[in-house]
Each structure stands twice: as C-alpha cells, then as structure tokens.
C-alpha cells in the first residue's frame, strides 16, 4: 500500500521565491538619489549667492552689488527662482525626510535629530531658510511700491544697520547650520576620505570644521565690515523702503 509523502513544515511554508520583495530599501536607495541629485542646483545657488557677502572682503558693497545684480540676472525667468531654487530645496528636503521611514532593518535606523548634520539641515528647512527667503523675497514684493527688482547690498546694510542684533542673529545662524550640514554631508559622502586617505573619524571631523569656517568666516566678515564700516549710500527714500520691505516680516515690527 502506497504511503503518502511525509509533509514537512517547509512544505507548508509559502514559497520564498513567491514572496514580494521588501518595498522599503528600493525607496530609501531611490529617495537618495533624489536628495542627492538635487544638490547640485542647491550649491550652484549658493555658490552664486554668497559670492556677493564674500566679494564685500574685497570691493565693500559695491562690487557686492554687482554680484547681486548678476545673480538676479541669473534667476531672472519666471520661472528662476521657483524652478532652480524653491523646487530643489524643497524636494530636497522632502525626500531626506520620507527617507527616514524607509528603513526596514531595526539595525539600520536613521540618524538621530541632535546630530549636526540632521539638526543644521533641520534647522535651515524650516527656520532659517523660510525666514530668509520671506525677509529677501516676499518682504520686497509687498512694499509700495515692490523693490524686488531692485535690491542690491544696501538693502542688507540697512538690516544690519536697523536692527543689528536681530539681523546678525538670522544672517549667522543660515550661514553656520548651512555650512555644519554641507560638512557632515561631505564627510558623510566619502569625500574628505578621499582626499585624505585613511583617518581617524576625530581628524575627518577636524577637516569637516575647517571646511565649515573656510565658508562661513568670510561671509561673515564680507557683511560686518560693509555694515560697520561703510556708509549708507541709498537716498532716505530707498532706505526708508527697505526698512518696510523688513518690517513685512513680525520680528521687526518693533
């Protein structure tokens, strides 16, 4: 008499080959590559952008006007700003955000809040930046009549000049948790490993902190010689709408 085949549990396991691949790491690998290939519209902005605090080093507010002048001819299209800057810090920020919840091994959690570089970016996304971007974007367009269109170093000049603790305080905390996340992110990319072979991770972050003052100290010095030491040269007028175009934003409504 025939037997029957002994069933093992395996058989009554659902195949492993039947089994749906895990979703969660094809998201995370593909929301790096969105962070990731955004980055180069982010830095060329920047590039263009702190050129001119930097430029004040060297030519004071006027040759930083120039460069102002330039960079508003660069973004200059409609669609400028929108598509090379709003667009890509936004999916920018986005993407690093939903990243963190597509993490499917428990050992692979993503990097704590208080780290440097989550906590710079944090803070640049939905603190700094905003307030920049309304103070230097959306303030002017509010004025009567809109100076957007018109704003050069001066317009930074009267900020610092008018409310300088409060100013400082917004130019130096963008530019310091801006220039600390570019850092980790460097290290974090290999980048610095690269350049300098085999190190401790106490000298990467040596070089992470160099990196940062490397870009942080002149634009801070390009801002506090041209508020400190040069003149206002816009009319009473001007100057007059730029204090307005500040005050659109509360922080400066005393």
Not at 11 to 28: G, I, Q, Y
Not at 30 to 54: D, E, M
Not at 205 to 229: C, D, E, H, M, Q
Request: glycine share 8%.
């Amino acid at each position: 008499m025939a037997t029957k085949p002994h069933m093992t549990s395996e058989a009554n396991e659902p195949s492993k080959a039947l089994t749906p691949a895990p979703t969660r790491p094809f998201l995370n690998k593909a929301l790096t590559y969105i962070a990731h290939g955004t980055t180069p519209f982010i830095a060329t902005y920047l590039l263009v952008h702190l050129s001119a605090p930097i430029l004040a080093n060297f030519g004071g507010s006027s040759l930083a006007s120039k460069a102002m002048i330039l960079e508003r001819t660069y973004y200059s299209a409609s669609y400028g700003k929108i598509m090379l800057v709003v667009v890509p810090v936004t999916t920018h920020v986005l993407s690093s955000i939903l990243k963190r919840f597509t993490y499917a091994k428990p050992k692979e959690q993503p990097r704590s809040l208080d780290t440097p570089m989550t906590g710079g970016g944090l803070g640049v996304a939905f603190l700094w930046f905003p307030i920049h971007f309304f103070i230097h974007s959306v303030g002017p367009r509010l004025t009567s009549p809109p100076i957007h269109e018109n704003l050069d170093f001066e317009f930074v000049k009267t900020g610092l000049k008018t409310w300088p603790i409060r100013t400082s305080i917004l130019y130096l905390g963008l530019v310091a948790a801006l220039t600390v996340h570019i850092g980790e992110a460097m290290g974090l990319l290999g980048y610095l490993k690269g350049c300098v072979g085999r190190q401790t991770k106490e000298s990467i972050r040596f070089r992470i902190k160099v990196i940062a003052l490397t870009i942080s100290l002149p634009v801070f010095t390009g801002l506090f010689y041209a508020a400190a030491w040069e003149p206002t040269f816009a009319p009473q007028a001007v100057v007059g709408t730029f204090r307005a175009a500040f005050q659109k934003f509360p922080l400066f409504w005393l």
